[in-house]
């Protein structure tokens, strides 16, 4: 259930980064059911978000410390830009980089306002 609940949280916090931030666009991607294919898109994403960040992410974030501390923790946020997204078209490294971004704040202030 709590895979499920993150899912849906990461697929709220990539909503908002697809509004706020010129560059992604949502919905890409048809899966033969109409207008629902933006909403299946967001929690498509979010769902291999979750996963990336529960397995993968903590991988690579042990095999960038060097330069993670070289950067003072900026490098996060690249490593945020990295992470694959289903259904979405980003307009360049800008747009994933200001994304991450978004991302990662809705991220932590909805995960405060609506624990597990």
Same mark, same amino acid.
């Not at 991607?29 to 967001?42: E, K, M, P, Q, V």
């Not at 993670?68 to 800008?94: E, K």
């Given at each position: 259930m709590k895979i499920i609940w993150r899912a849906l949280i990461n697929a #709220? #916090? !990539? #909503? @908002? +980064? +697809? &509004? &706020? @931030?010129?560059?992604i666009t949502v919905g890409n991607t048809d899966y033969g059911y109409g207008d629902a294919n933006r909403y299946i898109s967001l929690l498509?994403?979010?769902? $291999?978000?979750? !996963? $990336?960040? +529960? &397995? %993968?992410?903590? !991988? !690579?974030?042990?095999? /960038? #410390?060097p330069i993670?501390?070289?950067?003072?923790?900026? &490098?996060h946020f690249v490593i945020g830009a990295l992470v694959p997204v289903l259904g979405f078209h980003l307009d360049g490294p800008v747009a994933a980089f200001l994304g991450a971004i978004v991302i990662a704040i809705v991220g $932590? @202030?909805? /995960?405060? %306002?609506l624990p597990d």
């Amino acid at each position: 259930m709590k895979i499920i609940w993150r899912a849906l949280i990461n697929a #709220a #916090a !990539i #909503a @908002v +980064a +697809a &509004f &706020f @931030v010129p560059g992604i666009t949502v919905g890409n991607t048809d899966y033969g059911y109409g207008d629902a294919n933006r909403y299946i898109s967001l929690l498509a994403t979010g769902l $291999v978000l979750g !996963i $990336v960040n +529960a &397995f %993968i992410r903590p !991988i !690579i974030e042990l095999l /960038s #410390a060097p330069i993670t501390c070289l950067t003072l923790g900026l &490098f996060h946020f690249v490593i945020g830009a990295l992470v694959p997204v289903l259904g979405f078209h980003l307009d360049g490294p800008v747009a994933a980089f200001l994304g991450a971004i978004v991302i990662a704040i809705v991220g $932590v @202030v909805l /995960s405060w %306002i609506l624990p597990d």
